[in-house]
């Protein structure tokens, strides 16, 4: 007879290992199967976030802006460095070591909440007594049932149609981020977060980078004015971004790539370069769970269907994080798991999808939460918008980062803050206060009121709050 638990999660990640550890927290008794290896074979929890993406890609971002600091910047300071080598293979090492630590965090807290781990692929088996009968491929194969599962399988890169990854010259994520040497020209298709830092990662590091994007548009999802800052960053830096092409035929040969494709003017372009990262997004992750075992509803994109609750159409059967709607992002993920598992126990988890924030990590980097005034405009809703330059914060200046701005969107009639867009430095720091006030539906008056450090990149969040009211003090 098989092993049973009270609850049963598949998948790892972000979503994964932290409803299995508020699950255990609530007494139940939790399994946790995720699939991941390293380069030992051994287990590697922590999804893709952990092993190819929010956390390798920082580690990665962090070692080039470090180098581009030293070539550019240092001087500035009085500081002189000559000669300034990046070491790839040394930086690789670091990033495939901040992973490790990671990875065996996750499984030590695990352990510590008494999560039974379990590492292989997990599938359906079918119905069974009480719940459902899981099946994980491991380096054996064994079964345990499950009173209720929750399925946190994640995403896998998006291919483009005829252009498979090979991750030797058309790389996913994945292989953007093992690249052995530094390409002397590398082309991206998709300007969005992906394209966007790992383009800054090797340009940083000597690429000549260009970045083709279908959209007329740079960063739609973006405010307006936010994203033409950056772009206006990005074009300064030497990051090339052709917007509105069509791509069209690729050539993978032994020397590179070629990118044939027709640019905005309707112009032909043929684009030769060393590598191609395709970074157009992102589908969910069903493959093996055999679904059709126990009928599990799926939907035209392959995601689990799933009510506000995250419950599918099954009962005692959860889904969260890449795999269901919404954005996929890790942290929205963990807040799903950890909503599940408060469900499973009879208590109201909590998710609110208008106080989600999302980050770009690139220099300078993007953050936001709320709506953006395009979206207000087009839902007629009357705003207040006010801004603030990091031109005018001294910390900033001191810092020597003085790109960007951060912007506040206020209700017209009760203040209530609708947005926060920020670009430039500490963005994705600077966003969790805004989070905050939005999810306690603090006005932009609460922020102007709230005495902010000084000097500190703060300020300029209780600047563009004071601006909502046009009161701005240093600007």
Not at 37 to 64: W, Y
């Amino acid at each position: 007879m098989s092993k049973q638990f009270d609850v049963v999660v598949i998948g790892g990640g972000p979503g994964g290992y932290i409803a299995a550890i508020r699950a255990a927290q609530l007494g139940f008794q939790v399994a946790c199967i995720d699939e991941w290896k390293n380069a030992a074979g051994g287990p590697a929890p922590g999804g893709t976030c952990t092993n190819v993406g929010c956390i390798p890609s920082k580690a990665l971002l962090q070692s080039s802006e470090h180098f581009d600091h030293a070539n550019h910047h240092f001087a500035e300071h009085g500081i002189s460095a000559k000669d300034v080598k990046m070491d790839v293979t040394k930086m690789l090492a670091r990033k495939d070591n901040v992973v490790k630590q990671n990875n065996e965090g996750i499984l030590y807290l695990l352990k510590k909440n008494k999560v039974t781990f379990f590492h292989g692929r997990g599938s359906f088996v079918g119905k069974a007594e009480g719940g459902y009968e899981i099946k994980i491929a491991g380096q054996t194969e064994e079964g345990i049932t499950g009173k209720q599962v929750i399925i946190a399988t994640g995403s896998n890169a998006r291919a483009l149609p005829g252009t498979p990854f090979d991750e030797v010259n058309v790389l996913s994520n994945d292989g953007a981020l093992r690249l052995g040497g530094v390409p002397q020209k590398l082309a991206l298709i998709g300007s969005g977060v992906i394209g966007l830092e790992m383009g800054s990662v090797w340009r940083r590091l000597g690429s000549e980078v260009t970045i083709l994007e279908g959209l007329p548009t740079f960063l739609g999802a973006v405010d307006e004015q936010i994203a033409k800052e950056a772009k206006k960053a990005f074009d300064k830096q030497g990051l090339k971004i052709e917007l509105g092409v069509k791509v069209g035929e690729i050539a993978n040969g032994k020397k590179g790539v070629t990118v044939n494709y027709t640019n905005a003017k309707g112009e032909a372009v043929v684009l030769n370069a060393d590598k191609l990262i395709i970074s157009i997004g992102r589908v969910p992750n069903t493959i093996g769970l055999n679904t059709e075992s126990v009928g599990l509803q799926l939907d035209e994109r392959g995601a689990i269907v799933v009510d506000a609750d995250c419950k599918t159409n099954l009962p005692g059967v959860w889904a969260v994080g890449d795999v269901v709607r919404g954005p996929m992002l890790a942290h929205k993920a963990e807040e799903e798991g950890v909503a599940v598992a408060e469900r499973i126990a009879g208590q109201h988890g909590h998710v609110n999808f208008n106080t989600i924030p999302w980050v770009i990590y690139t220099s300078p980097e993007i953050a936001w939460v709320g709506r953006t005034e395009q979206q207000l405009k087009a839902d007629g809703v009357a705003y207040k918008a006010g801004t603030f330059p990091f031109l005018a914060n001294g910390r900033a200046r001191a810092l020597g980062d003085t790109t960007g701005m951060v912007k506040m969107l206020a209700d017209a009639t009760t203040d209530e803050i609708l947005g926060v867009h920020i670009v430039g430095p500490s963005a994705s720091e600077l966003i969790a206060e805004a989070v905050v006030a939005m999810e306690f539906r603090a006005s932009a008056e609460d922020i102007a009121r709230i005495c902010h450090a000084h000097p500190s990149l703060s300020e300029a969040t209780k600047e563009a709050a004071l601006a909502v009211d046009k009161r701005a003090l240093n600007f």
